[in-house]
T-cell receptor
């Protein structure tokens, strides 16, 4: 079992839809969570960074963490064609010899069509 | 534009060539990373530098040789690569904290093709 599971999709939605992207994780040591957006032929871009359970909002994006069920989500409101990209969830391992190791989900390919 | 700059953007090289990938950041970050990413896969960690010292080598073949000349620069020296090494090579940086919880910021990568 992968430590972070993410449905690769692809996910296709009409413009204006609410998009829900989800990951589950198995390692209770994971405390911080990130969402990255990666456009084709570009590097991952940090979208959201969360720690505690609950919601964090930034514009059209809301990140949700439920540590009791080990479930993290990213919601995109009023989706736009420019949101078409691969979305990666990730969590860093704690210190010691694992310092700096980000564990990624497989990434979800999202297409928003006009 | 990202705050982590990688050059070149594209590189085509033969299996006997020697080349280097370069990465630069001016965010004051003291941790820098090299990742390899194949198509439709997440990035895979190769190396981590913390305060200019190599702290993680993910059992990467010796044909990849990292170097961190100073706190802003990271190089990846390539020699005698194989066709399966063709991939997008990403550099990232982050602040250093005791529990390594700081987010990593990525460059746009170098797309490497081995003939």
């Amino acid at each position: 079992q992968k430590e972070v599971e993410q449905d690769p999709g692809p996910l296709s939605v009409p413009e204006g839809a609410i998009v829900s992207l989800n990951c589950t994780y198995s390692n209770s040591a994971f405390q911080y969570f990130m969402w990255y957006r990666q456009y084709s032929r570009k590097g991952p871009e940090l979208l959201m960074y969360t720690y505690s359970s609950g919601n964090k909002e930034d514009g059209r994006f809301t990140a949700q963490v439920d540590k009791s069920s080990k479930y993290i989500s990213l919601f995109i409101r009023d989706s736009q064609p420019s949101d078409s990209a691969t979305y990666l969830c990730a969590s860093p391992r704690a210190g010691g010899t694992s310092y700096g190791k980000l564990t990624f989900g497989q990434g979800t390919i999202l297409t928003v069509h006009p | 534009d990202t705050e982590v700059t990688q050059t070149p953007k594209h590189l085509v090289m033969g299996m006997t060539n020697k080349k280097s990938l370069k990465c630069e950041q001016h965010m004051g970050h003291r941790a820098m990373y090299w990742y390899k990413q194949k198509a439709k896969k997440p990035p895979e960690l190769m190396f981590v530098y913390s305060y200019e010292k190599l702290s993680i080598n993910e059992s990467v073949p010796s044909r990849f040789s990292p170097e961190c000349p100073n706190s802003s620069l990271l190089n990846l020296h390539l020699h005698a690569l194989q066709p399966e090494d063709s991939a997008l090579y990403l550099c990232a940086s982050s602040q250093v904290t005791e529990n390594s919880n700081q987010p990593q910021h990525f460059g746009d990568g170098t797309r490497l093709s081995i003939l």
